[in-house]
């Protein structure tokens, strides 16, 4: 749209259904890749992927020609799909519903994005629902506790 200008920052974490570690390290990055795709090829800019066995965070510059809730969709449907297809996971692959979405300045960015390249830093000290709860918290975002990512019981 002509004489729209935006600068929009957001961080999206999302979990592998029941946060069991299925994500291996010999395809995280064929997958980070394949993610990204799906991003760039809605408009929108990738600056940081990075994540751990049961989750990922994603920082996107983000335009705002679609709802956030539609690209994630997207994005874990369609690298739902690629991974069975692939049959890259032990058994069914799918992500667990909902994902949490962070937003931040421009002055931001450069911490952000050295948090997610140190995710395997920061989880030698705590779990990914601490990180999670952290975030909500840092972000004042309220929440249900019972809608929390939930492991396997």
């Known amino acids: 749209m002509a004489n729209t200008y ?12 029941n946060l069991i570690s299925l994500i291996q390290a010999h395809w995280k990055e064929e997958l980070y890749k394949y993610i990204s795709g799906i991003i760039q090829n809605h408009e929108h800019k990738v600056l940081q992927i990075n994540g751990m066995p049961d989750h990922i ?26 991974i069975n297809t692939r049959r890259l ?22 911490r ?12 030698s000290k705590k779990s990914f629902i601490e990180e999670y709860l952290e975030l909500l918290k840092i972000h004042e975002v309220e929440y249900d506790q019972r809608y929390i990512f939930k492991p396997l019981e």
Request: without cysteine; aromatic residues 12%; charged residues 20%.
């Open 6 to 17: 935006t600068q929009i920052h957001i961080q999206v974490v999302f979990a592998v259904q």
């Open 89 to 110: 996971a032990k058994g069914k692959f799918s992500w667990q519903s909902g994902y949490g979405a962070f937003s931040y300045s421009k002055d931001q960015i450069p």
């Open 112 to 123: 952000v994005t050295k948090y997610i390249q140190n995710q395997e830093k920061h989880h």
């Open 57 to 82: 965070h994603i920082l996107i510059g983000f335009r705002p020609n679609q709802a956030l809730s539609i690209l994630m969709k997207m994005v874990k449907e369609d690298s739902s799909k690629w």
